[in-house]
């Protein structure tokens, strides 16, 4: 009964190699995120998208793009990967606040990249 | 967004009462205050949030101080389990549909025995 599910949990890839992170949720929500914890541990957000649509974009590298085939999923799709990508990923979920839902995020077990 | 403080660490006895302070003097009128914590190798996870009031659920209380410029994160029965890196977070912009987390350090609780 997992909430917000990310595949796959490790990635070890080579750098220019082009990978993607999968994420779904089953809680109903309309709004999913990407976040990116880098080795210093600081958590930072990337991507939201609502309903297929992008909410928030932040000053993220154009070699990152969010992918939102249905509302219950976002994937994150790199391309030609950096060392610095290495980090671990996380997806979040939470509901419209347009229809009264509250601010809370619920997030994924992670996915952890590292990129040799 | 308005900016949090948190002491880097904190220790707490198992079965003690755990309390982390965070400071916001910024905070803006209409803001929040939620707290996350993040367990090692774990996605974050949400605790409990506020406006002005405290409030309680079944995992902690939340204390907000009249003015509103800090508030405490009570956590009754401190237990091993609880060990983990918790997140004062005030709300950052508000799109209407999706709300922008801004995670700082925050305080790393070790529960001891």
């Known amino acids: 009964d997992t909430a917000v599910s990310q595949t796959p949990k490790y990635l070890v890839t080579q750098m220019g190699n082009d990978k993607s992170i999968k994420c779904e949720q089953n809680?109903?929500?309309?709004?999913m995120y990407w976040y990116k914890q880098d080795s210093k541990k600081f958590l930072k957000i990337m991507f939201s998208?609502?309903?297929?649509?992008?909410?928030i974009n932040e000053t993220v590298p154009n070699r990152f793009s969010p992918k939102s085939p249905d509302k219950a999923h976002l994937n994150l799709h790199i391309n030609s990967l950096e060392l610095g990508d290495s980090a671990v990923y996380f997806c979040?979920?939470?509901?419209?606040?347009?229809?009264?839902?509250?601010?809370?995020?619920?997030f994924g077990p992670g996915t952890r990249l590292l990129v040799l | 967004d308005a900016k949090t403080t948190q002491p880097p660490s904190m220790d707490c006895a198992e079965g003690r009462a755990a309390n982390l302070p965070c400071n916001h003097s910024?905070?803006?009128?209409?803001?929040?205050v939620y707290w996350y914590r993040q367990i090692h190798s774990q996605g974050p996870q949400y605790i409990i949030h506020?406006?002005?009031n405290n409030e309680t659920n079944e995992m902690a209380s939340l204390i907000i101080t009249e003015d509103r410029k800090s508030s405490t994160l009570i956590l009754p029965h401190a237990t091993l389990r609880d060990t983990a890196v918790y997140y004062c977070?005030?709300?950052?912009?508000?799109?209407?549909?999706?709300?922008?987390?801004?995670f700082g350090t925050g305080t790393r609780l070790q529960v001891t025995l």
């Open positions: 979040a979920s939470s509901q419209d606040l347009r229809s009264g839902g509250g601010e809370t995020q619920y």
């Open positions: 809680l109903g929500h309309d709004t």
């Open positions: 998208y609502n309903n297929k649509e992008l909410i």
């Open positions: 910024t905070i803006s009128g209409n803001e929040y």
């Open positions: 506020g406006l002005k």
């Open positions: 977070i005030v709300r950052g912009k508000n799109t209407g549909t999706a709300s922008k987390l801004t």
